[in-house]
């Protein structure tokens, strides 16, 4: 399973920090990655990071402004968002692949939270 929690209403410029605990699986042999939704849009990928040697991915959006990391010890990952826009509203999840290779496609995910809304006010 996984836990998907801290989003919010946060004005424009603001920060916000994701969290995503997991449970159920060894969560040290998975990749670990953060997608959106926003109405009427495609699920895209955001961010993601291998299970073992840090590797990351970001869209082009959100580089400079988003870092995900992870704890492996509290089977947790974390998206630190800042300098968000109003663009960056959506349901964010989060998800886990049973692979050590990222990736950003939401059909290479096995396990997906439940979602965190995240608002952006002008």
């Known amino acids: 399973q996984l836990q998907a929690c801290g989003g919010g209403l946060v004005q424009a410029g603001g920060s916000l920090r994701l969290s995503c605990a997991a449970s159920g699986f060894n969560f040290d042999d998975y990749a670990i990655g953060w997608f959106r939704q926003a109405p009427g849009k495609e699920r895209k990928g955001v961010s993601c990071?291998?299970?073992?040697?840090?590797?990351?991915y970001y869209t082009d959006s959100v580089k400079g402004r988003f870092t995900i990391s992870r704890e492996n010890a509290k089977k947790t990952v974390y998206l630190q968002m800042n300098s968000l826009k109003p663009d960056d509203s959506a349901v964010y999840y989060c998800?886990?692949?049973?692979?050590?290779?990222?990736?950003?496609?939401?059909?290479?995910?096995?396990?997906w939270g439940q979602g965190t809304q995240v608002t952006v006010s002008s």
């Open positions: 998800a886990a692949r049973s692979k050590v290779l990222i990736a950003v496609t939401p059909g290479d995910y096995d396990y």
């Open positions: 990071i291998s299970p073992r040697d840090g590797r990351t």
